[in-house]
């Protein structure tokens, strides 16, 4: 990418124009003197390479192209919904957008290779599409890519951080009335990615403290990101790396808007790519993302091992349990859950199945008794449960493997 720089002073010139705040997120002012660009210049991943991909997108069988709003200047908020064919109203529902920054093209082209990765028939695309419903708006600042801007829409206003601003901007308008409406559906969305990418010119993830969320949240936004590491080793950073909302919750981002109305229902992330010349392996990330969301959501297994592996003893193993959540408020409203797990050794085994709450408590005995080597599926149905997130834990006689698992009275 060609990009220009200026000094400091006038970056942050600049930058003040906007209702903008310079440490935000992708952006750091300290460590990076910042960009800017002449007024004809236009961002890599451009208006016009959308406009051809949502022309491509729109004829794969699959693929529904709405259009959510318009922008200041009245280009489309395009959205695709992507699942597979037959009734998806009880399918779980992702969340993608991109591009509220303009000058982060990375977060396109991640976001590009999952629309791809996802129409590509492919077993990941197979299992995630018959049991999820993914909506991918992946520009939501076009004016701001036609005109070059850094991070602002047409009136000069940073989207990301303007997320309860008034008068609210209309591509703000436009997300969070679809937001309000399908939170409302029988299937609300569970996971949002909000995709950027960084001048640290690492991958990562914007973690949000218990500060500004609560302990069973941060417990989430650690699984998860531990499952987008586990399918990309070395390529994304650990969840420490990035730690915010340390001093409360800040009123101002759509994952802010998430949190405040719908606690641990959703997981709202923001992902950072990297905005630099080492920048890469789309594909690699937007794989590591898809598993990450199906694991978390219970529709895929594992990352997946090498068979010699597969054929080591683990012990105890223990899957997601599905449905996750479950409960009568939940959105399949299953009263229980299964649970599988397997011995993975030669010999049966003693387990104990428990539920403790987020201290370690003991709130149930699922099941109990000898495993024989293979798989078992056991049907876990709380009694005086209170609504919230639990530890599942499975206890073998060479050690215990856990999973989280919430409970929607
Ligand atoms: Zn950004």
Known sequence: MISFRMPAAVALLVLGMGAVSAQDKCFDLDSEPGWISPPAWQ???????????????????????????????QRPLYLLTITASGDASSRRRVWLHARTHPIESEGSFVMREIVDELLSGSPLADSLLSRCVFQALPMLNPDGVVAGNARTNARGVDLESNWYASPSEPEVEALRAYFTRVMQETNPIEVALNLHSSYRCKRYFVYHATAGTSEAYTRLEQRFIALARARFPGGIEPYTYFVSWTAGTPSRYPES??????????????????????????????????????????????????????????????DQNFPNPFGPSSFSGAQETRIIFRNTGRKPEQVRMTVHDLLGRKMAVVWEGTAAPGTRTVAYRPRGLARGVYILKAQGERGAVTRLMNYLK
Request: aromatic share 12%; with cysteine.
């Open 43 to 73: 961002w890599d991943y451009t208006w016009q390479e959308l406009e051809s991909d949502v022309a491509q997108w729109s004829e794969h069988p699959l693929v529904d192209i709405s259009v959510i709003g318009r922008s200041v200047q």
């Open 257 to 318: 808007w998430f949190w405040l109305n719908f606690k641990e229902a959703v997981l709202a992330l923001t992902y950072e790519d990297m905005n630099c010349e080492t920048h890469g392996e789309y594909d690699k990330t937007a794989r590591a993302l898809l598993g990450a969301i199906g694991e978390y959501l219970g529709v895929l297994g594992p990352v997946t091992r090498t068979p010699s592996a597969l054929a080591r003893d683990h012990g105890i193993q223990l």
